[in-house]
Nanobody, 131 residues
Framework: QVQLVESGGGLVQAGGSLRLSCVAS????????MGWFRQAPGNEREFVAA????????YSADSVKGRFTISRDNSKSTLILQMNSLKPEDTAVYYC????????????????????????WGQGTQVTVSS
């Protein structure tokens, strides 16, 4: 499995921005479908965004569409979540996730959006948005 380490979380005022990073090691990063999830206290883990192996396809939850952007740099084995126009309801622990995918995932009509779709997880990074 691939090992994942997130960073970039912190405390920010509503309307502000944060950039989360997830660095992968141990396997060929470009062979993995990647995703971001978040979990607030008392809530289930929630899908945020997914990206194909090459980065050519992305998909975001409606709650973050137009505010968050997922991207990846395969040359640096790094996944990015750029978060703009943050709201207090975005407060959560954010996790990156990885799942080995066939090349066909890059042209598929679906995305991995469930926690059970992913087998590798980072430790999480806390994002707190104050009002």
């Amino acid at each position: 499995q691939v090992q994942l380490v997130e960073s970039g979380g912190g405390l920010v005022q509503a309307g502000g921005s944060l950039r989360l990073s997830c660095v992968a090691s141990g396997r060929t990063f470009s062979a993995y479908a990647m995703g971001w999830f978040r979990q607030a206290p008392g809530n289930e883990r929630e899908f945020v965004a997914a990206i194909s192996r090459s980065g050519s396809r992305t998909y975001s939850a409606d709650s973050v569409k137009g505010r968050f952007t997922i991207s990846r740099d395969n040359s640096k084995s790094t996944l990015i979540l750029q978060m703009n126009s943050l709201k207090p309801e975005d407060t959560a622990v954010y996790y990156c996730a990885a799942e080995y995918a066939m090349r066909t995932y890059d042209s598929a009509s679906y995305y991995y959006t469930r926690p059970s779709d992913y087998s590798s997880w980072g430790q999480g990074t806390q994002v707190t948005v104050s009002s």
